[in-house]
């Protein structure tokens, strides 16, 4: 098994709502990221839309950088 595929974080499922609460984003800000193909989702029927609160982690939520950080 290649070295990537142990190390990779397990997926965290959530509906879009649940999201949203989680990462303290709106949906509508959740959807925009999912049109500009910053975040990665899956449809599970006609209505409900899948994200990943891992790639959230990952890709939407950053830190502040301190007045004395070089950034």
């Known amino acids: ?5 142990r190390r990779a974080k397990p ?5 879009l ?3 949203a609460e989680y990462s303290h984003l709106s949906v509508r ?3 925009r990221r999912i049109a500009d193909g ?3 989702a ?3 029927g006609p ?3 899948i994200v990943d609160l891992a790639e959230i982690d990952r890709k939407l939520i950053r830190p502040v950088p301190a007045a004395g950080d070089a950034a």
């Open 38 to 40: 910053t975040l990665t």
């Open 47 to 49: 209505k409900v839309i």
């Open 17 to 19: 709502i649940a999201a």
């Open 1 to 5: 098994m290649p070295a990537t595929a």
């Open 42 to 44: 899956w449809r599970s």
């Open 29 to 31: 800000t959740l959807r």
């Open 11 to 15: 997926r965290r499922p959530a509906r």
